[in-house]
């Protein structure tokens, strides 16, 4: 009896010393070092040597440990290695792994606010994959974002030159160009939407929207311009919009999208038109 | 080639009755089935990376089978005095090494039509069509052929433990050849050189037999990449599986 109780004995002594000295182990364990432990993550380049053909793989695994690592919050200088690992490690790991290039620069832009290396990972991205418009797209938000509508613009038309993106990239363009104040500019993307015969019924109705509403903009703007200009010049309103064209501060009248003159009120020195209200085709 | 056929069979019939080919089967099916729930972790790329673990679990089983089970092929009838028997009968000597190798082949076939079968029903299963996969697996399979041969020809000549160090270093050797002509940017005398060159002619360039990241990334694999790189795999394991003959033609049993 005696003889066959000591191998249980001796078995549950072993567990329960192991589960002791665990729990032990986990007592004393130190703080957590912060990102100390990315000191150890090897170079990309190291890393692929010893992955023995098992590179796609491997940038997976740091990927997938960079997403942990990254979500917890209370980590002390968490932003350090960001455009390290998600720029470095797992793109010379795999470089046309497209996840973790946008992954990074979202951490980077909302977290971190540092736009400008966000936009660095984006544009790694896009240069390892020249066909994935998606980094530049991206890119163009962040700058919407910040209201940089200039830079948005330029992201969006290199997105909307990659092949086979979508073709609403153009709308973005004409979309930023107006968010920035160039309305003309704006204006000649639309009517390029307008003409693209691949576009859609809904692009196109879109797009004669737009046009209707950028022009009335763009045509306020010049005469409350010339408006200003003529006051300066004058120390007096003009009367009518006819006296801008008189005194030479205009070429001639411009006229609404329906074909009707603006209106001005001498008073205040505004100009409207009921072409900006209305809405739909 | 009736006795090549008979010893193949013979072979593959004696390694699906070896335990170890069923656990590391049922390894990578675990691995295979898992990845779905790796999947789960990540912020997109959940194809990517069951595809990327899925071709990992069809390379790296299929090259323990290849190491464990190729390795004591041949040593393990000497040292049983089986080849003894085996011999009597009319079987020359090449036929008996062939016939170990094609066995050893069959085995691997097996193992990447079971993984790699279950990982293109993962990949079918997540709504994306898998067969773009089947090239890189085509490719393992020559890969795994290679490295088998490896494991042949020195199970023809030296004991398992050692066979397999050997083959190991040369799938390692084989995945790093790149790193000579590094090395040969970095040696200034000639005969350095010289053996840089040889060895990065020598030894395997498994790195030209792997497709696996051109395939999970939906990449066009050229008809003719594919065939050259067919071709140099079966050309090379041809030549090993060659030398393991020649080597145990010469051996002397005592």
């Not at chain 1, 190291?46 to 990927?63: I, P």
């Not at chain 2, 085996?86 to 016939?99: C, H, K, S, T």
């Amino acid at each position: 009896m005696t003889r066959s109780l000591f191998p249980a004995a001796l078995f549950l002594a072993a567990v329960a010393g192991a589960t002791l000295s665990r729990a032990r182990i986990v007592a004393l364990e130190a703080p957590r070092a912060g990102t100390k432990e990315l000191l150890y993550l090897p170079n990309g380049k190291y890393l692929k040597a010893a992955s023995l053909g098992q590179a796609s793989v491997v940038a997976d695994l740091v990927y997938l440990w960079a997403i942990q690592y990254y979500s917890d919050y209370d980590r002390a200088d968490r932003y350090t290695y960001v455009e390290h690992v998600f720029g470095k490690v797992i793109p010379e790991l795999d470089p046309r792994f497209v996840d973790p290039y946008w992954l990074g620069a979202l951490i980077l832009t909302t977290e971190a606010q540092d736009l400008d290396s966000g936009l660095r990972l984006l544009e790694l991205g896009a240069e390892k994959n020249p066909r994935e418009w998606i980094f530049l797209f991206l890119a163009g938000w962040e700058c919407d974002h910040v209201k940089d509508y200039d830079r948005a613009a330029a992201y969006f038309e290199r997105a909307a030159r990659v092949p086979d993106a979508p073709a609403p990239l153009v709308r973005l363009v004409a979309g930023m160009r107006a968010r920035g104040g160039n309305l003309r500019e704006a204006i000649a993307k639309w009517e390029e939407v307008l003409a693209d015969p691949r576009g859609d019924e809904a692009s196109q109705a879109i797009a004669r929207r737009q046009l209707r509403t950028l022009q009335v903009r763009a045509d306020v703007k010049d005469l409350e311009e010339a408006i200003a200009s003529f006051r300066e010049r004058q120390g007096a309103m003009p009367r009518r919009l006819d006296d801008l064209v008189r005194a030479g501060f205009l070429k001639r009248l411009p006229l609404d999208p329906d074909g009707k003159a603006y209106r001005y009120d001498a008073a205040s020195g505004t100009v409207t038109s009921d072409a900006s209200r209305v809405l739909g085709s | 080639m009736t006795a090549i056929a008979a010893v193949a069979l013979n072979t593959f019939r004696e390694a699906i009755r070896d335990r170890v080919l069923y656990l590391l089967l049922a390894v990578a099916l675990v691995v295979v089935a898992g990845s779905r729930f790796v999947a789960m972790l990540t912020v997109g790329s959940e194809t990517k990376i069951v595809k990327d673990l899925g071709l990992a679990a069809v390379s790296i089983f299929g090259l323990l089978i290849a190491v464990f089970i190729g390795v004591s092929l041949v040593s393990k009838e000497i040292e049983r005095r089986t080849v003894y028997t085996l011999l009597a009968q009319p079987v020359a000597r090449w036929q008996f090494v062939a016939g170990k190798y094609a066995g050893l082949l069959l085995v691997l076939a097996a193992n990447v039509l079971v993984v790699g079968g279950s990982v293109l029903a993962a990949v079918g299963l997540l709504g994306e069509s898998p067969w773009g996969l089947v090239p890189a697996m085509a490719l393992i399979f020559v890969e795994l052929g290679v490295v088998a041969a490896f494991a042949i020809l020195f199970s023809s000549f030296t004991n398992p433990i050692l066979a397999a160090v050997g083959t190991f270093a040369v799938y390692v050797a084989g995945h790093l050849s790149w790193s000579f002509d590094l090395l040969k940017k970095r040696v200034t005398t000639g005969a350095g050189r010289q053996l840089c060159d040889i060895l990065h002619a020598v030894l395997p360039n498994l790195d030209r037999l792997d497709l696996k990241a051109d395939a999970v990334h939906g990449a066009a694999i050229p008809a003719g990449t594919f065939a050259a790189a067919a071709v140099y795999g079966l050309c090379y394991a041809a030549a090993v599986v060659v030398l393991a003959c020649i080597v145990f033609e010469r051996r002397e049993f005592a």
